[in-house]
């Protein structure tokens, strides 16, 4: 197969990159450089949900899966993006947004939810995201679903009043994927999805490069 469309959902990671609050902040700096070394290393100090990256269960649970023991399938396969644009600040995704989508939704697909909160990366109000509905989440598990992706910061309430979205979702064994980008530019059917972590055995979560593919 060829590829027809490749669209980056990846957020850089500078020093600038927005964090939940409390998670280390990126740092990158040389470790050698050219003129010194003959050779340039670079030193990066990241925590396990920086940038674009996603959640293994045991991020919420004691005894849940480890970002290793998480199949890689979770982190590919055919994209369902969930138009939730327009929500106002701390609002949720509800089962009225997402009801339409649900009968297409299957085991292995990957649900995008698409808040358009990206465009905030920056700038103070990208800290009051919207959320998803805890009901919205059961429903997609309910259809198989266990890979559930938002462009926004975290997939729970702003305020950190609930983590219902994270507890249901690991604790089936699922994954989170937060701070993905361009989810706009997903303009065609069935895009398949590709967000691989680090091999990062025992962790709790890892960056990704995440891409949307359109096969020609």
């Known amino acids: 197969m060829n590829i027809k469309t490749l ?4 957020m850089p990671i500078t020093a600038q990159t927005p964090v939940y609050p409390g998670d280390p902040k990126p740092k990158i700096e040389p470790a050698a450089t050219f003129a010194q070394d003959g050779y340039h290393v670079s030193r990066l100090v990241l ?16 005894h849940g ?10 982190f590919l396969g055919r994209g369902a993006v969930i138009n939730a644009t327009g929500k106002a600040e701390g609002e949720a995704v509800t089962m009225a947004d ?6 297409k939704l299957s085991p292995g697909t990957i649900v995008l939810f698409h808040t358009g909160w990206s465009q905030y990366a920056g700038t103070k109000r990208y800290f009051h995201h919207p959320y998803v509905a805890p009901d919205v989440i059961e429903a997609m598990l309910e259809r198989g679903v266990r ?10 309430p702003p305020d950190s009043s609930s983590f219902r979205a994270h507890e249901l979702i690991l604790g089936a064994n699922g ?6 980008v361009n989810f706009e530019r997903i303009d065609f059917d069935d895009p398949y999805i590709i967000a691989l972590p680090l091999s990062l055995p025992g962790c709790d979560g890892s960056p990704v490069r995440a891409v949307a593919v359109q096969w020609a």
């Open 175 to 180: 994954v989170i994927g937060e701070n993905f």
């Open 147 to 156: 890979t559930f992706f938002i462009d926004a910061l975290n997939i729970d």
């Open 7 to 10: 669209i980056d959902l990846t």
């Open 65 to 74: 899966w480890r970002l290793d023991d998480v199949p890689l399938t979770y």
């Open 47 to 62: 925590g396990s949900h920086s940038g674009t990256h996603v959640d293994a269960p045991f991020h919420f649970y004691e």
């Open 98 to 103: 997402a009801a339409p989508y649900i009968p």
